[in-house]
């Protein structure tokens, strides 16, 4: 396959990259149920490790029991951690959630804040769960969201050469248009659960495939 050379050839590919994944995925969005901001928060912390669906199905009984942050914030982590024990991890995720909901509650009036800089300074918020609340609950494009499965695909698509989840980012808010950073990151988080798997990606049934040039391609 011809790669581009030029930054123009790039640039062009780039564009039907996403143009094909708006086509693929039209309607991409987080499968983490959430009613606000706060409740996305929790889900994120608690998707480390352990499936959306497991996630969903913990999450609404949690919420019933601790309805805001101040509920969290005033729960001893031992506590909480049996209440999301199926969810494994659960002393850390927990020490998380009830620092997180502190952290809320004392420093920014109970609600989880709009800004990258504040977000990161929470507990059990890093980049990534951050760009995932700030993109999905607020709509604000504060980043690209890098987890297992936008790492592997953006190494396929040659999107970047970097391993380190940071620099990942910095490129592909270089190359990305920052209008399609929140959907973008839904869009290949799909892709990567779908087809373009860990092993074996179902490159005969992807729509990237004339564009892709990865090494373990399947066809
Ligand atoms: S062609 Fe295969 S490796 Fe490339 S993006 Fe599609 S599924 Fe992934």
């Given at each position: 396959m011809k790669r581009p050379k030029t930054a123009g050839e790039r640039k062009a590919r780039i564009d039907e990259i996403l143009r094909r994944l708006?086509?693929?995925y039209p309607n991409a969005t987080c499968a983490l149920h959430h009613r606000n901001p706060w409740e996305?928060?929790?889900a994120t912390i608690l998707s480390a490790q352990c499936t959306d669906k497991r996630v969903?199905?913990?999450?609404p009984g949690l919420f019933q029991k601790y309805p805001t942050p101040?509920?969290?914030a005033a729960v001893a982590p031992e506590v909480l951690a049996q209440d999301i024990r199926s969810t494994g991890f659960f002393n850390n995720?927990?020490?998380s959630i009830a620092g997180a909901a502190k952290r809320i509650v004392s420093d920014f009036g109970g609600q989880v804040p709009r800004t990258l800089e504040k977000m990161l300074t929470i507990p059990g918020a890093a980049r990534k769960t951050a760009n995932v609340v700030l993109g999905t609950a607020y709509g604000i494009p504060s980043g690209v969201v890098v987890d297992t499965h936008v790492q592997r695909i953006a190494a396929r698509l040659d999107l970047t050469k970097e391993t380190d989840p940071v620099k990942i980012e910095r490129d592909l808010m270089k190359?990305?248009?920052q209008d399609r950073w929140i959907r973008f990151s839904h869009q290949i988080i799909l892709h990567g659960r779908a087809l373009c798997i860990a092993r074996k990606p179902k490159c005969a049934e992807c729509d990237l495939n004339s564009l892709c040039y990865a090494?373990?391609?399947t066809a």
């Open positions: 708006d086509k693929m996305l928060l929790v969903n199905e913990v999450t101040r509920d969290f995720k927990a020490k190359i990305i248009p090494k373990d391609k």
